[in-house]
């Protein structure tokens, strides 16, 4: 069972998949299969579940992709409970159409490069999946393991795209900044949601200290001007 915290609030992990081959060599890789963790990938993932073992975690859920299973896997195997690994199409990485599998130093002299870069709301990739219906998706399914893990702490394992995605909406940014964000292989974002609003605790934490990062008390008045509350 997910562990309750007062308030109801409930935290989310978002980690990236560690990484590929693909990412070695600068590639799109999309949803080109068979794409598994390479060496640094498997090392960053073991890494990570040492940060983690040692936090409430009541969930996994995971992109149904292999470098997202397996980066699930090696994470969930530092976790207490023997927790069950949920998959969800709609964490998956963005279907990037005719892109998928051409370098990223290849992609920059498209002409649609400038709109993924400054206004990836209007982007719909070429026989692909538009960015926006990405962000859409992927909330969706934030919202429904919210439910799920009321009141508890769950990792959602998923892509950089997906996830910057994710991170827009919670820091209250159009969809047309989310190219702001970085998120790099195993790295840990965190999104803490409460009376209503989502509070970003971590953005792109590739190594620092976790402990503090999970579960909470329901969040007082906001702090403005360093001292006064609103």
Not at 17 to 33: E, K, Q
Not at 41 to 68: F, N, W, Y
Not at 161 to 186: N, Y
Request: overall charge neutral.
């Amino acid at each position: 069972m997910p562990r309750k915290y007062p308030g109801g609030v409930t935290t989310v992990l978002l980690v990236r998949h560690g990484s590929t081959s693909a990412n070695a060599a600068g590639v799109l890789a999309g949803w080109t299969p068979g794409l598994h963790l390479n060496e640094k990938g498997r090392q960053d993932a073991k890494i990570l579940a040492q940060r983690l073992s040692g936090l409430p975690i009541a969930g996994v859920v995971t992109s149904p992709m292999e470098r997202c299973r397996e980066t699930a896997e090696i994470l969930s195997s530092g976790l207490s409970g023997n927790l069950r690994l949920n998959s969800d199409l709609d964490l998956a990485e963005c279907r990037y159409g005719d892109w998928t599998g051409r370098t990223l130093s290849e992609l920059r002299a498209e002409p649609l490069w400038e709109a993924v870069v400054h206004t990836p709301s209007a982007v719909t990739f070429p026989n692909g999946e538009s960015l926006s219906g990405v962000q859409a998706r992927a909330l969706h399914a934030i919202r429904r393991w919210n439910k799920t893990y009321a009141g508890g702490v769950y990792l959602a394992i998923s892509h950089g795209d997906v996830i910057k995605a994710v991170l827009a909406d919670a820091l209250g940014m159009h969809l047309d900044m989310f190219q702001r964000i970085v998120v790099e292989p195993c790295s840990v974002s965190v999104v803490r949601y409460a009376a209503g609003r989502p509070l970003v605790l971590r953005v792109n934490d590739v190594g620092g200290d976790l402990a503090g990062a999970a579960g909470g008390s329901e969040p007082g008045p906001v702090d403005i001007g360093g001292g006064d509350r609103l």
